[in-house]
Protein backbone atom coordinates (compact mmCIF):
# COMPACT_ATOMS: atom_id res chain seq x y z
CA UNK A 1 0.00 0.00 0.00
CA UNK A 2 2.53 2.94 0.96
CA UNK A 3 4.47 1.45 -2.14
CA UNK A 4 1.32 2.41 -4.57
CA UNK A 5 1.62 5.71 -2.30
CA UNK A 6 5.01 6.64 -3.49
CA UNK A 7 4.33 5.91 -7.03
CA UNK A 8 2.33 9.15 -6.73
CA UNK A 9 4.46 11.84 -5.66
CA UNK A 10 2.13 14.70 -3.16
CA UNK A 11 3.42 17.69 -5.56
CA UNK A 12 2.24 15.90 -8.68
CA UNK A 13 0.04 18.24 -11.24
CA UNK A 14 -3.06 16.73 -11.69
CA UNK A 15 -4.34 16.74 -15.16
CA UNK A 16 -6.87 18.89 -14.10
CA UNK A 17 -4.38 21.34 -13.20
CA UNK A 18 -5.03 20.94 -9.40
CA UNK A 19 -2.29 20.04 -6.85
CA UNK A 20 -2.32 16.39 -5.99
CA UNK A 21 -1.51 17.58 -1.92
CA UNK A 22 -4.38 20.10 -2.08
CA UNK A 23 -6.98 17.76 -3.67
CA UNK A 24 -6.38 15.14 -0.33
CA UNK A 25 -5.89 18.10 1.84
CA UNK A 26 -9.37 19.13 1.02
CA UNK A 27 -10.62 16.07 1.29
CA UNK A 28 -8.58 15.49 4.66
CA UNK A 29 -10.53 18.36 6.04
CA UNK A 30 -14.10 17.35 4.94
CA UNK A 31 -13.49 13.81 6.36
CA UNK A 32 -12.70 15.53 10.15
CA UNK A 33 -15.32 17.81 9.54
CA UNK A 34 -18.06 15.41 9.18
CA UNK A 35 -16.76 12.91 11.89
CA UNK A 36 -14.60 10.77 10.50
CA UNK A 37 -11.47 11.10 12.08
CA UNK A 38 -10.38 7.94 11.55
CA UNK A 39 -10.53 7.97 7.54
CA UNK A 40 -8.93 11.07 7.85
CA UNK A 41 -5.98 9.66 9.74
CA UNK A 42 -5.54 6.84 7.46
CA UNK A 43 -5.90 9.45 4.30
CA UNK A 44 -2.76 11.50 6.03
CA UNK A 45 -1.05 8.04 6.64
CA UNK A 46 -1.46 6.49 3.46
CA UNK A 47 -1.23 9.67 1.40
CA UNK A 48 2.09 11.28 3.63
CA UNK A 49 -0.14 14.50 3.42
CA UNK A 50 -0.70 16.17 6.12
CA UNK A 51 -3.92 18.89 6.78
CA UNK A 52 -2.13 21.06 8.95
CA UNK A 53 1.94 20.88 9.57
CA UNK A 54 2.37 20.28 13.72
CA UNK A 55 3.26 23.97 14.13
CA UNK A 56 0.41 25.29 12.63
CA UNK A 57 -1.79 22.55 14.06
CA UNK A 58 -0.65 23.57 17.83
CA UNK A 59 -1.55 27.10 16.82
CA UNK A 60 -4.84 26.32 15.69
CA UNK A 61 -5.43 24.06 19.21
CA UNK A 62 -3.75 26.97 21.24
CA UNK A 63 -6.58 29.46 20.39
CA UNK A 64 -9.38 26.77 20.38
CA UNK A 65 -8.23 25.95 23.75
CA UNK A 66 -6.93 29.40 24.93
CA UNK A 67 -3.31 28.83 25.50
CA UNK A 68 -2.58 32.35 24.51
CA UNK A 69 1.26 31.79 24.61
CA UNK A 70 1.72 28.88 22.64
CA UNK A 71 -0.56 30.39 20.30
CA UNK A 72 1.96 33.15 20.32
CA UNK A 73 4.47 31.33 20.09
CA UNK A 74 3.95 29.33 16.72
CA UNK A 75 3.19 32.90 14.71
CA UNK A 76 6.87 32.47 13.16
CA UNK A 77 5.53 29.35 11.26
CA UNK A 78 2.58 30.99 10.09
CA UNK A 79 4.40 31.97 6.75
CA UNK A 80 2.88 35.46 7.05
CA UNK A 81 3.89 37.73 4.32
CA UNK A 82 5.02 40.67 6.20
CA UNK A 83 6.30 41.84 10.23
CA UNK A 84 2.97 43.93 9.92
CA UNK A 85 0.83 40.34 9.39
CA UNK A 86 2.59 38.67 12.44
CA UNK A 87 2.25 42.12 14.21
CA UNK A 88 -1.69 41.99 13.74
CA UNK A 89 -1.99 38.26 14.06
CA UNK A 90 -0.36 39.22 18.36
CA UNK A 91 -2.78 41.89 18.50
CA UNK A 92 -5.62 39.71 18.05
CA UNK A 93 -4.51 37.08 20.21
CA UNK A 94 -3.88 38.96 22.85
CA UNK A 95 -6.38 41.35 22.25
CA UNK A 96 -8.80 38.44 23.09
CA UNK A 97 -6.42 37.08 25.92
CA UNK A 98 -7.63 40.70 27.18
CA UNK A 99 -11.42 40.18 26.72
CA UNK A 100 -11.05 36.96 28.03
CA UNK A 101 -9.50 38.24 31.42
CA UNK A 102 -12.04 40.96 31.79
CA UNK A 103 -14.62 38.61 31.46
CA UNK A 104 -13.53 36.24 34.29
CA UNK A 105 -13.57 39.53 36.50
CA UNK A 106 -9.51 39.26 36.79
CA UNK A 107 -8.81 42.79 36.32
CA UNK A 108 -4.70 42.92 37.67
CA UNK A 109 -3.96 40.39 34.52
CA UNK A 110 -5.98 42.19 32.32
CA UNK A 111 -4.51 45.80 32.68
CA UNK A 112 -1.18 43.71 33.06
CA UNK A 113 -1.66 42.53 29.68
CA UNK A 114 -3.14 45.73 27.96
CA UNK A 115 0.09 47.37 29.63
CA UNK A 116 3.04 45.07 29.27
CA UNK A 117 1.97 43.33 25.74
CA UNK A 118 -1.35 45.39 23.75
CA UNK A 119 0.39 48.80 24.14
CA UNK A 120 4.11 47.91 23.10
CA UNK A 121 2.99 46.78 19.85
CA UNK A 122 2.08 50.16 18.75
CA UNK A 123 -2.10 50.00 18.15
CA UNK A 124 -4.13 52.53 17.07
CA UNK A 125 -4.44 54.98 20.36
CA UNK A 126 -8.01 55.29 20.17
CA UNK A 127 -8.33 51.50 19.92
CA UNK A 128 -6.54 50.83 23.25
CA UNK A 129 -8.63 53.81 25.07
CA UNK A 130 -11.36 51.48 23.62
CA UNK A 131 -10.33 48.47 25.25
CA UNK A 132 -9.28 49.78 28.37
CA UNK A 133 -12.76 51.27 28.73
CA UNK A 134 -14.07 47.47 29.03
CA UNK A 135 -12.76 47.79 32.38
CA UNK A 136 -15.42 49.86 33.91
CA UNK A 137 -18.23 47.44 32.51
CA UNK A 138 -20.67 47.12 34.95
CA UNK A 139 -21.61 43.83 34.19
CA UNK A 140 -20.51 40.43 31.87
CA UNK A 141 -24.04 41.82 29.38
CA UNK A 142 -22.50 45.21 29.46
CA UNK A 143 -19.02 43.45 28.31
CA UNK A 144 -20.50 41.30 25.62
CA UNK A 145 -22.76 43.75 24.33
CA UNK A 146 -19.71 46.54 23.35
CA UNK A 147 -17.28 43.89 22.47
CA UNK A 148 -19.36 41.99 19.88
CA UNK A 149 -20.38 39.02 22.25
CA UNK A 150 -23.84 39.39 22.44
CA UNK A 151 -26.14 36.29 21.44
CA UNK A 152 -23.63 34.52 20.40
CA UNK A 153 -23.99 31.63 23.18
CA UNK A 154 -26.90 30.34 25.52
CA UNK A 155 -24.39 30.23 28.62
CA UNK A 156 -20.29 31.50 29.61
CA UNK A 157 -18.65 28.47 28.23
CA UNK A 158 -20.88 29.17 24.76
CA UNK A 159 -19.97 32.68 24.76
CA UNK A 160 -15.92 31.50 25.32
CA UNK A 161 -16.59 28.42 22.49
CA UNK A 162 -18.11 30.98 20.06
CA UNK A 163 -15.91 33.50 20.08
CA UNK A 164 -12.53 32.06 20.58
CA UNK A 165 -14.11 30.47 17.08
CA UNK A 166 -14.73 33.48 15.85
CA UNK A 167 -11.17 35.19 16.57
CA UNK A 168 -9.79 31.62 14.55
CA UNK A 169 -11.68 32.70 11.19
CA UNK A 170 -10.48 36.39 11.92
CA UNK A 171 -7.28 35.26 11.93
CA UNK A 172 -7.69 33.05 8.94
CA UNK A 173 -8.10 36.25 7.06
CA UNK A 174 -4.20 36.95 7.82
CA UNK A 175 -2.78 33.85 7.76
CA UNK A 176 -2.15 32.46 3.90
CA UNK A 177 -4.42 29.62 3.09
CA UNK A 178 -1.93 27.04 1.89
CA UNK A 179 -0.81 27.35 5.61
CA UNK A 180 -4.58 27.62 7.93
CA UNK A 181 -6.70 26.28 5.10
CA UNK A 182 -9.74 27.88 5.23
CA UNK A 183 -13.05 25.82 7.15
CA UNK A 184 -15.58 24.17 5.03
CA UNK A 185 -13.07 24.79 1.80
CA UNK A 186 -14.37 21.92 -0.44
CA UNK A 187 -18.59 23.12 0.68
CA UNK A 188 -17.48 26.35 -0.37
CA UNK A 189 -16.10 25.73 -3.71
CA UNK A 190 -19.24 23.26 -4.62
CA UNK A 191 -21.34 26.02 -3.20
CA UNK A 192 -19.24 28.33 -5.74
CA UNK A 193 -19.95 25.82 -8.70
CA UNK A 194 -23.80 25.48 -8.00
CA UNK A 195 -24.27 29.23 -7.51
CA UNK A 196 -22.51 29.39 -11.21
CA UNK A 197 -24.65 26.66 -12.71
CA UNK A 198 -27.80 28.72 -11.33
CA UNK A 199 -26.23 32.48 -11.20
CA UNK A 200 -27.17 33.18 -7.79
CA UNK A 201 -24.62 34.07 -4.73
CA UNK A 202 -23.09 31.27 -3.00
CA UNK A 203 -24.23 32.04 0.35
CA UNK A 204 -28.06 31.68 -0.81
CA UNK A 205 -27.60 28.06 -1.36
CA UNK A 206 -26.00 27.10 2.10
CA UNK A 207 -28.61 25.29 4.02
CA UNK A 208 -26.78 25.45 7.04
CA UNK A 209 -26.89 29.54 7.18
CA UNK A 210 -30.94 29.34 6.61
CA UNK A 211 -33.13 30.27 8.63
CA UNK A 212 -36.18 28.46 7.84
CA UNK A 213 -39.18 27.86 9.48
CA UNK A 214 -39.11 24.37 11.02
CA UNK A 215 -41.71 22.92 9.35
CA UNK A 216 -40.10 24.36 5.70
CA UNK A 217 -37.50 21.48 3.66
CA UNK A 218 -34.10 22.04 3.91
CA UNK A 219 -32.78 23.02 0.61
CA UNK A 220 -31.05 19.40 -0.63
CA UNK A 221 -28.51 20.36 -3.75
CA UNK A 222 -28.17 17.57 -5.66
CA UNK A 223 -23.90 17.17 -6.69
CA UNK A 224 -24.75 14.40 -9.49
CA UNK A 225 -26.26 16.69 -11.76
CA UNK A 226 -25.92 20.56 -13.09
CA UNK A 227 -27.85 23.12 -11.06
CA UNK A 228 -31.27 24.35 -13.43
CA UNK A 229 -30.95 27.39 -14.93
CA UNK A 230 -32.94 30.24 -13.01
CA UNK A 231 -35.89 30.30 -15.33
CA UNK A 232 -35.99 26.56 -15.14
CA UNK A 233 -39.08 26.28 -12.00
CA UNK A 234 -40.03 29.81 -12.26
CA UNK A 235 -43.47 30.80 -10.89
CA UNK A 236 -45.33 32.51 -13.99
CA UNK A 237 -48.95 31.50 -14.40
CA UNK A 238 -52.20 32.63 -12.13
CA UNK A 239 -53.53 28.75 -11.70
CA UNK A 240 -56.04 30.02 -8.24
CA UNK A 241 -57.93 33.76 -7.56
CA UNK A 242 -58.91 34.07 -3.98
CA UNK A 243 -61.93 36.55 -2.99
CA UNK A 244 -63.14 37.97 -0.02
CA UNK A 245 -62.03 41.52 0.33
CA UNK A 246 -63.63 44.11 -0.46
CA UNK A 247 -61.60 46.94 -1.62
CA UNK A 248 -57.66 47.25 -1.88
CA UNK A 249 -55.76 44.15 -0.63
CA UNK A 250 -52.35 45.98 0.86
CA UNK A 251 -50.08 42.63 2.40
CA UNK A 252 -50.67 39.05 2.48
CA UNK A 253 -47.91 36.59 3.59
CA UNK A 254 -47.65 32.83 4.21
CA UNK A 255 -47.32 30.83 7.31
CA UNK A 256 -44.45 29.55 8.22
CA UNK A 257 -46.09 25.69 7.98
CA UNK A 258 -47.34 26.80 4.69
CA UNK A 259 -50.86 25.96 4.80
CA UNK A 260 -52.46 29.05 5.55
CA UNK A 261 -52.17 32.25 4.04
CA UNK A 262 -53.54 35.58 5.76
CA UNK A 263 -54.17 38.63 4.03
CA UNK A 264 -55.43 42.37 4.97
CA UNK A 265 -56.33 45.99 3.06
CA UNK A 266 -58.15 48.49 2.78
CA UNK A 267 -61.85 47.61 3.78
CA UNK A 268 -60.22 46.74 7.53
CA UNK A 269 -60.66 43.10 7.27
CA UNK A 270 -57.62 40.66 7.81
CA UNK A 271 -58.52 36.62 5.75
CA UNK A 272 -56.97 33.67 6.77
CA UNK A 273 -56.92 31.31 3.60
CA UNK A 274 -56.26 27.52 3.79
CA UNK A 275 -53.86 26.78 1.13
CA UNK A 276 -52.49 23.32 1.27
CA UNK A 277 -51.57 21.46 -2.22
CA UNK A 278 -55.12 20.83 -3.23
CA UNK A 279 -56.24 24.18 -2.75
CA UNK A 280 -53.64 25.19 -5.06
CA UNK A 281 -54.60 23.15 -7.45
CA UNK A 282 -55.71 25.49 -11.05
CA UNK A 283 -58.83 26.82 -11.64
CA UNK A 284 -59.25 26.99 -15.84
CA UNK A 285 -60.79 30.57 -14.78
CA UNK A 286 -58.47 31.88 -12.85
CA UNK A 287 -55.58 32.74 -16.03
CA UNK A 288 -57.69 35.16 -17.42
CA UNK A 289 -56.12 38.87 -16.91
CA UNK A 290 -59.34 40.40 -17.77
CA UNK A 291 -60.52 43.35 -15.65
CA UNK A 292 -62.16 42.31 -12.03
CA UNK A 293 -63.11 46.45 -11.61
CA UNK A 294 -66.20 46.90 -9.99
CA UNK A 295 -66.99 43.09 -8.31
CA UNK A 296 -67.63 42.81 -5.01
CA UNK A 297 -67.98 40.18 -2.84
CA UNK A 298 -70.42 39.11 0.23
CA UNK A 299 -69.21 37.63 3.82
CA UNK A 300 -71.80 35.49 5.39
CA UNK A 301 -70.81 32.28 7.93
CA UNK A 302 -67.62 31.95 6.42
CA UNK A 303 -68.24 31.63 2.91
CA UNK A 304 -67.83 34.31 0.13
CA UNK A 305 -70.17 34.15 -3.02
CA UNK A 306 -69.15 35.88 -6.03
CA UNK A 307 -71.90 38.94 -6.61
CA UNK A 308 -70.10 40.73 -9.72
CA UNK A 309 -67.19 40.96 -12.54
CA UNK A 310 -66.09 38.99 -15.17
CA UNK A 311 -66.99 35.16 -14.41
CA UNK A 312 -64.14 34.38 -17.10
CA UNK A 313 -61.84 35.72 -14.48
CA UNK A 314 -62.92 35.49 -11.27
CA UNK A 315 -63.41 32.29 -9.11
CA UNK A 316 -66.16 31.65 -6.37
CA UNK A 317 -64.17 31.09 -3.28
CA UNK A 318 -65.21 28.28 -1.08
CA UNK A 319 -65.96 28.37 2.53
CA UNK A 320 -62.54 25.19 2.33
CA UNK A 321 -60.86 28.36 1.19
CA UNK A 322 -61.73 31.01 4.03
CA UNK A 323 -61.06 29.69 7.45
CA UNK A 324 -61.59 32.96 9.21
CA UNK A 325 -62.62 36.76 8.32
CA UNK A 326 -61.00 38.80 11.27
CA UNK A 327 -63.39 41.86 11.33
CA UNK A 328 -62.35 43.73 14.64
CA UNK A 329 -60.59 46.51 13.22
CA UNK A 330 -61.70 50.50 13.30
CA UNK A 331 -59.52 51.18 10.09
CA UNK A 332 -57.49 49.85 7.08
CA UNK A 333 -55.09 47.18 7.96
CA UNK A 334 -51.77 47.73 6.51
CA UNK A 335 -49.77 44.83 7.93
CA UNK A 336 -49.92 41.53 9.51
CA UNK A 337 -47.55 38.64 10.75
CA UNK A 338 -48.05 35.39 11.73
CA UNK A 339 -46.39 33.74 15.32
CA UNK A 340 -43.22 31.81 15.22
CA UNK A 341 -45.22 28.51 16.16
CA UNK A 342 -48.30 30.00 13.20
CA UNK A 343 -50.71 30.12 16.69
CA UNK A 344 -51.52 33.75 16.35
CA UNK A 345 -50.98 36.77 13.67
CA UNK A 346 -51.28 40.15 14.34
CA UNK A 347 -52.71 43.14 12.69
CA UNK A 348 -51.59 46.56 12.08
CA UNK A 349 -54.18 49.35 11.19
CA UNK A 350 -53.70 52.93 10.13
CA UNK A 351 -55.79 54.08 13.73
CA UNK A 352 -52.61 53.29 15.69
CA UNK A 353 -54.08 49.78 16.75
CA UNK A 354 -52.54 46.00 16.71
CA UNK A 355 -55.13 43.13 17.47
CA UNK A 356 -53.71 39.50 18.32
CA UNK A 357 -55.97 36.92 16.87
CA UNK A 358 -55.46 33.32 17.08
CA UNK A 359 -55.46 31.27 14.34
CA UNK A 360 -57.10 28.43 14.74
CA UNK A 361 -60.44 30.01 16.13
CA UNK A 362 -60.25 33.41 14.65
CA UNK A 363 -60.85 35.05 17.99
CA UNK A 364 -59.02 38.41 18.96
CA UNK A 365 -56.94 37.89 21.75
CA UNK A 366 -55.75 41.41 22.70
CA UNK A 367 -56.03 44.91 21.33
CA UNK A 368 -53.19 46.67 21.93
CA UNK A 369 -53.84 50.39 21.81
CA UNK A 370 -50.53 52.93 22.50
CA UNK A 371 -49.75 54.32 19.21
CA UNK A 372 -51.29 58.00 18.34
CA UNK A 373 -50.98 56.91 14.42
CA UNK A 374 -51.01 54.52 11.61
CA UNK A 375 -48.74 51.05 12.59
CA UNK A 376 -46.65 50.62 9.69
CA UNK A 377 -45.29 47.18 10.41
CA UNK A 378 -44.38 44.68 13.62
CA UNK A 379 -42.30 42.12 14.43
CA UNK A 380 -42.70 38.95 16.27
CA UNK A 381 -39.63 37.93 18.69
CA UNK A 382 -38.50 34.20 18.43
CA UNK A 383 -39.92 33.33 22.02
CA UNK A 384 -43.46 33.81 20.75
CA UNK A 385 -44.50 36.33 23.99
CA UNK A 386 -43.13 39.31 22.95
CA UNK A 387 -43.03 42.09 19.93
CA UNK A 388 -42.22 45.03 18.04
CA UNK A 389 -44.42 48.00 16.62
CA UNK A 390 -43.12 51.13 14.77
CA UNK A 391 -45.48 53.52 13.68
CA UNK A 392 -45.67 56.95 11.94
CA UNK A 393 -45.78 58.41 15.39
CA UNK A 394 -41.96 58.39 15.61
CA UNK A 395 -42.18 55.35 18.23
CA UNK A 396 -40.72 51.90 18.14
CA UNK A 397 -42.71 49.90 21.11
CA UNK A 398 -41.40 46.39 22.47
CA UNK A 399 -44.77 44.95 23.68
CA UNK A 400 -45.30 41.73 26.27
CA UNK A 401 -48.54 39.97 25.41
CA UNK A 402 -50.45 40.74 27.99
CA UNK A 403 -50.57 44.36 26.90
CA UNK A 404 -47.80 45.86 29.03
CA UNK A 405 -45.08 48.11 27.07
CA UNK A 406 -41.60 46.78 28.47
CA UNK A 407 -39.66 49.66 25.94
CA UNK A 408 -40.11 53.09 23.83
CA UNK A 409 -37.69 54.55 21.21
CA UNK A 410 -38.73 58.08 19.61
CA UNK A 411 -37.26 59.10 17.32
CA UNK A 412 -37.91 59.26 13.38
CA UNK A 413 -41.75 57.72 11.76
CA UNK A 414 -41.11 54.09 10.86
CA UNK A 415 -41.74 53.17 7.81
CA UNK A 416 -41.02 49.09 7.83
CA UNK A 417 -39.04 46.89 10.38
CA UNK A 418 -37.94 43.25 10.36
CA UNK A 419 -36.58 40.95 12.79
CA UNK A 420 -33.44 38.80 12.37
CA UNK A 421 -33.96 35.99 14.51
CA UNK A 422 -30.81 33.89 14.35
CA UNK A 423 -28.88 37.52 15.21
CA UNK A 424 -31.15 39.02 17.34
CA UNK A 425 -31.22 42.40 15.25
CA UNK A 426 -33.87 44.14 14.40
CA UNK A 427 -33.46 46.51 11.22
CA UNK A 428 -36.13 49.37 11.04
CA UNK A 429 -36.71 51.34 7.92
CA UNK A 430 -37.33 55.08 8.97
CA UNK A 431 -38.44 58.37 6.57
CA UNK A 432 -35.02 59.82 6.69
CA UNK A 433 -34.19 57.49 4.18
CA UNK A 434 -31.81 54.87 6.54
CA UNK A 435 -31.44 51.69 7.58
CA UNK A 436 -30.96 51.40 11.14
CA UNK A 437 -29.91 47.91 13.18
CA UNK A 438 -30.96 47.40 16.45
CA UNK A 439 -29.44 44.81 18.91
CA UNK A 440 -32.37 42.77 20.75
CA UNK A 441 -30.36 41.82 24.15
CA UNK A 442 -31.79 40.07 26.86
CA UNK A 443 -31.83 42.03 30.81
CA UNK A 444 -30.55 40.38 33.98
CA UNK A 445 -34.12 39.29 34.95
CA UNK A 446 -34.57 37.60 31.02
CA UNK A 447 -36.51 40.31 29.75
CA UNK A 448 -35.90 41.60 26.16
CA UNK A 449 -34.28 44.77 25.78
CA UNK A 450 -33.80 46.71 22.46
CA UNK A 451 -30.24 48.47 22.71
CA UNK A 452 -30.78 51.54 21.18
CA UNK A 453 -27.43 52.76 21.89
CA UNK A 454 -25.44 50.35 19.88
CA UNK A 455 -27.84 51.54 16.71
CA UNK A 456 -26.16 51.37 13.26
CA UNK A 457 -27.68 52.95 10.50
CA UNK A 458 -26.86 52.93 6.68
CA UNK A 459 -28.30 55.83 4.11
CA UNK A 460 -30.44 55.25 1.34
CA UNK A 461 -30.46 57.36 -1.68
CA UNK A 462 -33.88 57.15 -2.01
CA UNK A 463 -37.67 57.17 -0.48
CA UNK A 464 -37.58 54.14 1.56
CA UNK A 465 -41.12 52.11 1.88
CA UNK A 466 -40.65 48.82 2.86
CA UNK A 467 -37.92 45.74 3.64
CA UNK A 468 -37.70 41.91 3.49
CA UNK A 469 -35.19 39.65 5.45
CA UNK A 470 -33.24 36.66 3.44
CA UNK A 471 -33.86 33.58 5.42
CA UNK A 472 -30.20 33.83 6.61
CA UNK A 473 -30.55 37.41 7.85
CA UNK A 474 -27.83 38.09 5.53
CA UNK A 475 -29.28 40.70 2.88
CA UNK A 476 -32.27 42.95 3.18
CA UNK A 477 -34.82 44.13 0.19
CA UNK A 478 -35.71 47.56 -0.02
CA UNK A 479 -38.34 48.90 -1.71
CA UNK A 480 -38.07 52.41 -2.80
CA UNK A 481 -40.67 54.93 -4.22
CA UNK A 482 -38.36 55.46 -7.19
CA UNK A 483 -38.60 52.44 -9.28
CA UNK A 484 -36.14 51.12 -7.66
CA UNK A 485 -35.82 47.57 -5.38
CA UNK A 486 -32.44 47.87 -3.49
CA UNK A 487 -30.60 44.75 -1.93
CA UNK A 488 -27.94 45.54 0.89
CA UNK A 489 -25.41 43.51 2.79
CA UNK A 490 -26.03 43.47 6.56
CA UNK A 491 -23.12 40.95 6.66
CA UNK A 492 -21.05 43.69 5.76
CA UNK A 493 -23.37 46.61 7.00
CA UNK A 494 -20.41 48.35 8.81
CA UNK A 495 -18.34 48.97 5.20
CA UNK A 496 -21.74 49.20 2.94
CA UNK A 497 -22.32 52.48 1.88
CA UNK A 498 -24.29 51.42 -1.32
CA UNK A 499 -26.54 48.39 -2.64
CA UNK A 500 -25.04 45.61 -4.18
CA UNK A 501 -27.64 45.07 -6.48
CA UNK A 502 -30.83 46.85 -7.97
CA UNK A 503 -33.61 45.68 -9.29
CA UNK A 504 -35.39 48.01 -11.58
CA UNK A 505 -38.48 47.96 -14.27
CA UNK A 506 -41.61 48.13 -12.30
CA UNK A 507 -43.44 50.95 -11.08
CA UNK A 508 -43.29 52.14 -7.75
CA UNK A 509 -43.52 55.98 -6.99
CA UNK A 510 -46.86 56.88 -4.70
CA UNK A 511 -47.65 53.89 -2.71
CA UNK A 512 -46.53 51.18 0.10
CA UNK A 513 -44.98 48.48 -2.89
CA UNK A 514 -43.28 45.19 -1.37
CA UNK A 515 -41.22 43.20 -2.63
CA UNK A 516 -39.78 39.32 -1.32
CA UNK A 517 -37.28 36.95 -1.52
CA UNK A 518 -38.45 33.75 -3.03
CA UNK A 519 -37.80 30.00 -5.11
CA UNK A 520 -35.46 27.42 -4.55
CA UNK A 521 -32.45 28.71 -2.45
CA UNK A 522 -34.14 32.45 -2.52
CA UNK A 523 -32.49 32.83 -6.17
CA UNK A 524 -35.85 35.07 -7.06
CA UNK A 525 -36.53 38.54 -5.89
CA UNK A 526 -40.18 39.68 -6.80
CA UNK A 527 -41.77 42.65 -6.63
CA UNK A 528 -45.29 43.91 -7.14
CA UNK A 529 -45.91 46.70 -9.17
CA UNK A 530 -47.84 50.08 -9.54
CA UNK A 531 -49.06 49.20 -13.05
CA UNK A 532 -50.93 46.00 -12.27
CA UNK A 533 -48.03 43.47 -12.71
CA UNK A 534 -45.37 41.09 -10.61
CA UNK A 535 -42.03 41.51 -11.67
CA UNK A 536 -39.37 38.81 -10.76
CA UNK A 537 -35.72 39.20 -11.12
CA UNK A 538 -33.15 37.00 -10.83
CA UNK A 539 -31.13 37.67 -7.42
CA UNK A 540 -27.87 37.51 -8.47
CA UNK A 541 -27.17 39.89 -10.81
CA UNK A 542 -30.46 41.81 -10.97
CA UNK A 543 -32.04 40.88 -14.38
CA UNK A 544 -35.37 40.54 -14.76
CA UNK A 545 -37.08 37.00 -15.95
CA UNK A 546 -40.71 37.50 -15.76
CA UNK A 547 -43.54 40.13 -15.90
CA UNK A 548 -46.50 38.59 -15.05
CA UNK A 549 -49.90 39.88 -15.93
CA UNK A 550 -53.32 39.02 -14.28
CA UNK A 551 -54.38 41.90 -11.72
CA UNK A 552 -56.16 44.69 -12.75
CA UNK A 553 -54.71 47.30 -10.28
CA UNK A 554 -51.76 47.93 -8.84
CA UNK A 555 -50.49 45.07 -7.17
CA UNK A 556 -49.13 45.90 -3.50
CA UNK A 557 -47.67 42.88 -1.93
CA UNK A 558 -46.38 39.17 -2.91
CA UNK A 559 -45.35 36.76 -0.09
CA UNK A 560 -43.26 33.60 -1.61
CA UNK A 561 -44.70 30.01 0.23
CA UNK A 562 -41.69 28.73 2.29
CA UNK A 563 -42.98 24.79 2.08
CA UNK A 564 -43.86 25.09 -1.87
CA UNK A 565 -40.82 26.65 -3.39
CA UNK A 566 -42.74 27.09 -6.54
CA UNK A 567 -45.55 28.88 -5.32
CA UNK A 568 -46.29 32.81 -4.52
CA UNK A 569 -49.14 34.94 -3.87
CA UNK A 570 -49.70 38.61 -4.58
CA UNK A 571 -52.18 41.03 -3.65
CA UNK A 572 -53.55 44.02 -4.88
CA UNK A 573 -55.93 46.92 -5.70
CA UNK A 574 -58.26 44.89 -7.27
CA UNK A 575 -59.25 43.27 -3.76
CA UNK A 576 -57.96 39.93 -5.53
CA UNK A 577 -54.96 37.31 -3.96
CA UNK A 578 -53.29 35.41 -6.64
CA UNK A 579 -51.77 32.30 -6.63
CA UNK A 580 -48.83 31.85 -8.92
CA UNK A 581 -47.60 28.13 -10.10
CA UNK A 582 -44.82 27.42 -12.74
CA UNK A 583 -46.26 27.02 -16.29
CA UNK A 584 -45.48 23.07 -16.03
CA UNK A 585 -47.29 22.65 -13.18
CA UNK A 586 -50.87 24.35 -14.05
CA UNK A 587 -50.48 22.26 -17.47
CA UNK A 588 -49.84 18.78 -15.89
CA UNK A 589 -52.49 19.95 -13.09
CA UNK A 590 -55.34 21.09 -16.52
CA UNK A 591 -54.66 17.62 -18.04
CA UNK A 592 -55.18 15.55 -14.73
CA UNK A 593 -59.02 17.23 -13.86
Not at 63 to 91: H, K, M
Not at 405 to 423: E, F, K, N, P
Amino acid sequence: MDGCCDAYPADEVLASGFARSDVVRLITQSLYALGYHRSAELLEGESHVKLLSADVSEFRRGILDGRWDDAGARIPALGLESPEAACAVQFLILEHKYLELVDEQRFAPALDCLRAQLVPLGANPLKLRTLASFLLCAERRELHERCGWANIGASAGDVRIAARQRLLRALQALIPPSVLVPEGRLEALLLQAMAQQAALPAQALSASACDTAAHAPRPRWDLFQDAAPPCAHLASACVRVLEAHRDEAWCVAFCRGGSRLASAGKDGLAVIWSTPDGALAPDRRASSPQSTDGAASTIASGECDVVGGDEGARTAVESREVLHVLDGHSAPVCYLQWSPDDSQLLTCCTAGRICRWAAATGALERLYAQHEEAVQACAWLPDGRHFISGGLDKRLLLWALDGSVLQAWHGVRVTDLALARSSGQLIVLTADQRIRLFPILATHDGQPRLSTAAERSLPVARPVTSCALSSDARQLLVSTASDTVELWDLAQAAEASEPTVCYVGHRHARFVVRSAFGGHAERFVLSGSEDAQVYIWNRADGALLEVLAGHSGAVNAVAWSPTQHHVFASASDDHTIRIWAPKSRTDRSAKAQ
